[in-house]
Structures are given as structure tokens and as C-alpha cells.
């Protein structure tokens, strides 16, 4: 069980609103809750409510199914708090044994019991905004001219512009 003071509130984070690994239903055998424990020297901008978030999974997934999972919650979430942000994670653990980085290609059944927090450690960083790209018809077109010194730049130039 980890404890948490106020001030270490907001590095903790719940992931809900997973993907679902299959279309089918889960049993509870079959199914994990964890809750992720983000380092506290990582800095979060947006403080979230572990318990309003529970995070279900299918015991079969893979350490890397989690991870990318965990990335996807945190970037929809901070989106929504109007910060956009991303997570990449480094490092991940069970923090029952702290000191055991986790293989991101074995089974989450191997090193995870239901209720179980698992700790992460990686770099955040400002959402990639995409540009809106313009219509084909609104762009305007660019020749670039180069060469050498004295190789006939300047000539060719003004045999383009008096010709047109």
C-alpha cells in the first residue's frame, strides 16, 4: 500500500478508460485493477484522482501493453484538463519490489496481483500540436536557384522574368 501526503497526491494517477484487449468479457480471474504510481521527481502538471479512475486489465497482457495504456490515459487526460502532454515511459515496476525494472515483453500475471500499484518513471513532455495543413490551391509555389559563383544565376533569372 502506498501512502501519500498531500503534496505527492498529484503523482499518483489511476488509469481508467483503458482499451479493451479483447471484445469479449473478462472474468474476475482473468482481470487485474492496478493503480500506477508516477516517481515523484517527475513533475505533473495535472493532478489526478486515482480512485475516480480504476484501471482494469486482462492478466494476459504484456509489461508493454501496460505501458502504452498508461501513455494513452495520460496524454487523453491532460488533453482534457486543457495541457496537453506527453508520457514517455522509461521505467516501470511493481512497487512492491521497487528495485526490479520489469521486462516490458513478459506477462503482467508474472510480476501482478488485482490491487496491486505498479510504479513509472519516464520523460513528460508538451503535446505535439499538429499544424492544419492548407489546400493544394492555397500554397504558393517556390523554385529555389543555386550555383556556383559566376555560373549564371543572375542571367538565367532575368531571362525567366523578361520572358514571362
Given at each position: 500500500?502506498?501512502?501519500?501526503?498531500?503534496?505527492?497526491?498529484?503523482?499518483?494517477?489511476?488509469?481508467g478508460h483503458v482499451r479493451p484487449l479483447n471484445s469479449g468479457k473478462m472474468?474476475?480471474?482473468?482481470?487485474?485493477?492496478?493503480?500506477?504510481?508516477?516517481?515523484?521527481?517527475?513533475?505533473?502538471?495535472?493532478?489526478?484522482?486515482?480512485?475516480?479512475?480504476?484501471?482494469?486489465?486482462?492478466?494476459?497482457?504484456?509489461?508493454?501493453?501496460?505501458?502504452?495504456?498508461?501513455?494513452?490515459?495520460?496524454?487523453?487526460?491532460?488533453?482534457?484538463?486543457?495541457?496537453?502532454?506527453?508520457?514517455?515511459?522509461?521505467?516501470?515496476w511493481n512497487v512492491k519490489d521497487h528495485k526490479k525494472a520489469l521486462n516490458?515483453?513478459?506477462?503482467?500475471?508474472?510480476?501482478?496481483?488485482?490491487?496491486?500499484?505498479?510504479?513509472?518513471?519516464?520523460?513528460?513532455?508538451?503535446?505535439?500540436?499538429?499544424?492544419?495543413?492548407?489546400?493544394?490551391?492555397?500554397?504558393?509555389?517556390?523554385?529555389?536557384?543555386?550555383?556556383?559563383?559566376?555560373?549564371?544565376?543572375?542571367?538565367?533569372?532575368?531571362?525567366?522574368?523578361?520572358?514571362?
Amino acid at each position: 500500500q502506498v501512502q501519500a501526503s498531500k503534496s505527492v497526491f498529484v503523482a499518483f494517477l489511476a488509469v481508467g478508460h483503458v482499451r479493451p484487449l479483447n471484445s469479449g468479457k473478462m472474468s474476475a480471474a482473468d482481470e487485474l485493477e492496478l493503480i500506477v504510481w508516477f516517481h515523484p521527481s517527475m513533475k505533473l502538471l495535472v493532478p489526478i484522482d486515482p480512485a475516480a479512475h480504476p484501471f482494469k486489465v486482462k492478466s494476459s497482457a504484456s509489461v508493454v501493453d501496460l505501458m502504452d495504456m498508461c501513455e494513452e490515459f495520460f496524454e487523453s487526460h491532460t488533453r482534457e484538463a486543457g495541457t496537453p502532454s506527453e508520457l514517455q515511459i522509461n521505467v516501470l515496476w511493481n512497487v512492491k519490489d521497487h528495485k526490479k525494472a520489469l521486462n516490458p515483453n513478459e506477462k503482467l500475471s508474472q510480476h501482478f496481483a488485482s490491487g496491486d500499484s505498479f510504479g513509472v518513471y519516464g520523460d513528460l513532455q508538451p503535446a505535439v500540436v499538429k499544424a492544419e495543413t492548407k489546400k493544394e490551391e492555397d500554397k504558393v509555389p517556390v523554385t529555389i536557384l543555386t550555383g556556383f559563383l559566376g555560373s549564371g544565376k543572375t542571367t538565367l533569372l532575368n531571362y525567366i522574368l523578361q520572358e514571362q
